[in-house]
């Protein structure tokens, strides 16, 4: 079965960190970027970063510079979002999501995300 | 990078159309064929509807449909349907610095 499985929800203190897995089955997570996505409570979608699970590339705008660190594990198909410096603005609900083709922002699968309480 | 700019809020009666907008600037919308749109019902998860501007997942309906002028995209969805009411959601390639970047999102009711 293709699909993202994340790991279970976090309540952490500020100041704290947290690390966020998304592993992935049923397709070579070798073939596709990976996304980070978040959605604070009642908010909308805001786009983190992506990773590119074959060359290790990562990207992710200014804003989260210095917050976000996003690395991957191809033996285990499994990428991770490390946040750092928690705060109560960092509470959400985080989803990694696989991107269709590269640079298309097509997300066609998606896991069924994680909630950071702070 | 800012958010696309979406209504916050749509409404059409059973059977009508809807249409909602998705403004960015050349930097993302108007620059590239990389437009998708998503469809989130409340406490789940986002499901793609619609990429590269007007191209149809399997399985998506094809009440949806989407189209792009200028730096301006939309998505219609026609013969509205009570399972319609969600939120909805575009997103765009962002090509300067290779990035991504979300609509605030609209609020799909139907009456």
């Known amino acids: 079965q293709v699909q993202l499985v994340q790991s279970e929800a976090e309540v952490k203190k500020p100041g704290a960190s947290v690390q966020i897995s998304c592993k992935a089955s049923g397709y070579d997570f070798s073939d596709y970027y990976l996304h980070w996505v978040r959605q604070a409570p009642g908010q909308g979608l805001e786009w983190m970063a992506w990773i590119n699970p074959t060359t290790g590339n990562i990207n992710y705008p200014q804003k989260f510079q210095g917050k976000v660190t996003v690395t991957s594990d191809a033996s285990v198909s499994t990428a991770y979002l490390d946040l750092r410096g928690l705060t109560p603005d960092d509470t959400a609900i985080y989803f990694c999501a696989r991107e269709l083709s590269a640079g298309s922002s097509s997300f066609d699968l998606w896991g069924q995300g994680t909630l950071v309480a702070v | 990078q800012s958010a696309l700019t979406q209504p916050p809020s749509a409404s059409g009666s059973p059977g009508q159309s809807v249409t909602i907008s998705c403004t960015g600037t050349?930097?993302?919308?108007?620059?590239?064929?990389?437009v998708s749109w998503y469809q989130q019902h409340a406490g789940k998860v986002p499901k793609l509807l619609i990429y590269e501007v007007n191209k149809r997942p399997s399985g998506v309906p094809d009440r949806f449909s989407g189209s792009k002028s200028g730096n301006t995209a939309s998505l219609t969805v026609s013969g509205l349907q009570a399972e319609d009411e969600a939120d909805y959601y575009c997103?765009?390639?962002?090509?300067?610095?290779?990035?991504?970047?979300f609509g605030g999102g609209t609020k799909l009711t139907v009456l």
């Open positions: 997103s765009s390639f962002a090509g300067t610095y290779n990035l991504r970047v």
């Open positions: 050349s930097s993302d919308v108007g620059g590239y064929k990389y």
